[in-house]
């Protein structure tokens, strides 16, 4: 399994972005997509969760209203739409999937850098 991020940047506060996942190596359809983000000195975070098929959608209090997390099943990417970005979004943020049975993530992406300036 091999899932792809990118799409990070610097960006002024208020701004916006969009993160990409690129999933690729089996098949999802069971799957579960997360996002996560780590920033310096802090323990890592649930951002935003989509499921592979489904439109169900769950997201952390912090990003409610300013992130949207979607998807694009024939490119087998899942987006990560962030608008009205706060300076404490700044984290390296992280693509990740489970099976739709589980609460383990199982594969990770690379990671991608998001810099809000204020």
């Known amino acids: 399994v091999q899932l792809q991020a990118s799409g990070g940047g610097l960006v002024q506060a208020g701004g916006s972005l969009r993160l990409s996942c690129a999933a690729s190596?089996?098949?999802?359809?069971?799957?579960?997509m997360g996002w996560f983000r780590q920033a310096p000195g802090k323990e890592r975070e649930f951002v935003a969760a989509?499921?592979?098929?489904?439109?169900?959608?769950y997201y952390a209090d912090s990003v409610k209203g300013r992130f949207t997390i979607s998807k694009d099943n024939t490119k087998n990417t899942r987006y990560l739409q962030m608008n009205s970005l706060k300076p404490e979004d700044t984290a390296v943020y992280y693509c990740?999937?489970?099976?739709?049975?589980?609460?383990?993530?199982?594969?990770w992406g690379q990671g991608t850098q998001v810099t809000v300036s204020s």
């Open positions: 989509i499921f592979w098929l489904a439109s169900t959608t």
């Open positions: 990740s999937v489970r099976k739709s049975t589980s609460s383990d993530y199982d594969y």
């Open positions: 190596g089996r098949t999802f359809s069971s799957y579960v």
